[in-house]
């Protein structure tokens, strides 16, 4: 919901970024997999109980993830490079509840569970929509160019990361923010079926 009024505010230094790593010859695919090296290096840090370098990993992971699409824009875009920037987004998605339910097994793993299987069902939203969106042809530049049709929602990529930061600076509040942004999550895999259904049936 928040990503149309992030992206005039964080785009000018990532694509400042992109040009200079572009001048060195740095390819987009080694930003996007350091980004998730980083991403699940955060899991780790909530694991021990590093709260504070685990915030400082997530701000550092979600940099590196926009500045791969900057610079791959810049240079030379591919579907692959699309493809991995997905895998790798979902992968530190799921990796940092994960920390959380083994830093505090008893408070905390099942409200990982929840939002974990809250991801999975947005995942699926977004992604089975846009297989099928690429077949019929269909296309969106709504939010910036994508590899395929980035269909929104309640619960987008600046809510995500806000969440994943307030878990970090309150961890002893992670069941409540956990649970709350599931039920965001619910809405939005609601709100997308019935886009679904609307451009699809």
Excluded: H
Excluded at 25 to 36: C, E, I, Y
Excluded at 75 to 94: E, I, K, S
Excluded at 99 to 113: I, S, Y
């Amino acid at each position: 919901m928040l990503d149309r009024l992030v992206r005039p505010v964080i785009d000018p230094p990532l694509q400042a970024a992109a040009r200079a790593l572009a001048r060195t010859g740095v390819q987009a695919d080694t930003v996007t997999l350091t980004g998730a090296a980083v991403g699940v290096g955060s899991a780790f840090a909530v694991a021990a109980g590093r709260f504070g370098v685990a915030l400082a990993l997530v701000a550092l992971c979600r940099v590196l993830d926009g500045v791969d699409g900057a610079l791959a824009r810049r240079t030379r875009p591919t579907d692959f490079g699309g493809y991995l920037d997905a895998v790798c987004d979902f992968v530190f998605y799921a990796a940092l509840p994960l920390g959380f339910a083994f830093a505090d097994p008893a408070r905390n793993a099942l409200p990982a569970a929840v939002l974990l299987a809250s991801f999975l069902g947005t995942a699926a939203s977004f992604l089975a929509f846009a297989a099928i969106a690429a077949r019929r042809g269909l296309r969106t530049a709504a939010q910036s160019p994508k590899a395929f049709y980035y269909l929104g929602g309640l619960a987008e990529g600046t809510e995500t990361i806000a969440a994943f930061v307030a878990m970090c600076v309150w961890p002893q509040a992670f069941p409540a923010i956990a649970l709350g942004f599931a039920a965001l999550c619910a809405v939005t895999i609601l709100g997308r079926v019935a886009v679904a259904w609307r451009l699809l049936r």
